[in-house]
């Protein structure tokens, strides 16, 4: 069956806005967006800077935060290879601290500038 050349357009049309909203990266990959939440001892060592070093290393976009569970928390929009990369550092952490998990999972997406502690 033959498909008329407009239909065929239009096609590629909504696939170009696909591409736009799913948040691809620069390299064609889909970014989402992930917690992140790291346990042991992380808090009053430097990790929320640590992680802050580690993301702006890469222009990660997100933010990190203490918990008061005595947890460290990241809200990140990130590749699959950025998030094995992020997940990787974070549990080489600081001098300091003693990393005992990092769980992550996807959340619904949210737009981040920049990277950032929050207090």
Known sequence: ???????QTTVEIER?????????SNDGTERKTY??????????????NYCMS??????LNGSVRNLRSGKVEILA?????EKRYLERELRLGT?????????SKEVEFAKFQGFRVVL
């Open 54 to 59: 580690v993301a702006r290393k890469v222009n």
């Open 77 to 81: 929009n990130l590749t699959l290879h």
């Open 95 to 103: 001098v300091g601290s003693q990393v005992l998990s990092v769980v």
């Open 16 to 24: 170009n806005e696909f591409a736009i909203e799913s948040q691809k």
């Open 1 to 7: 069956m033959n498909i008329p050349l407009l239909h």
């Open 35 to 48: 917690l992140i939440t790291i346990s042991g001892r992380v808090q009053g060592v430097g990790y929320r």
